[in-house]
Nanobody, 122 residues
Framework: QVHLAESGGGLVQAGASLRLSCAASGRGSTNYAIGWFRQAPGNEREFVAAIRRIGGNTYYADSVKGRFTMFRDNAKNTVYLQMNNVKPEDTAIYYC???????????????WGQGTQVTVSS
């Protein structure tokens, strides 16, 4: 069983930066790719970014490309989402998820965190 815990959300103004963390624990927690998804009220959960288990290759949604950066600290078994130049449309609950490979499809991920709220004011 893998446990994921997100942190770092909050209320920020447009143009600010924010760093989300996803700490993984449990048996086999280092064996998975990690994805970030977000869900705004009334919307479906959408892909934000993903990072491979080995090699660190990252993938981003077009809406965040150039503004968000995903990276991992293997020593801490933690994955980060650095969010720069945030926009009001980035407001959502952000979830990290673990799965066998990088995918932009939520159903391909096995374990999910509880989410952290990000609110961007204009």
């Amino acid at each position: 069983q893998v446990h994921l815990a997100e942190s770092g959300g909050g209320l920020v103004q447009a143009g600010a930066s924010l760093r989300l963390s996803c700490a993984a624990s449990g048996r086999g927690s280092t064996n998975y790719a990690i994805g970030w998804f977000r869900q705004a009220p009334g919307n479906e959960r959408e892909f934000v970014a993903a990072i491979r288990r080995i090699g660190g290759n990252t993938y981003y949604a077009d809406s965040v490309k150039g503004r968000f950066t995903m990276f991992r600290d293997n020593a801490k078994n933690t994955v980060y989402l650095q969010m720069n130049n945030v926009k009001p449309e980035d407001t959502a609950i952000y979830y990290c998820a673990a799965g066998p490979g990088t995918s932009n499809t939520p159903t391909q991920y096995v374990y999910w965190g509880q989410g952290t709220q990000v609110t961007v004011s204009s």
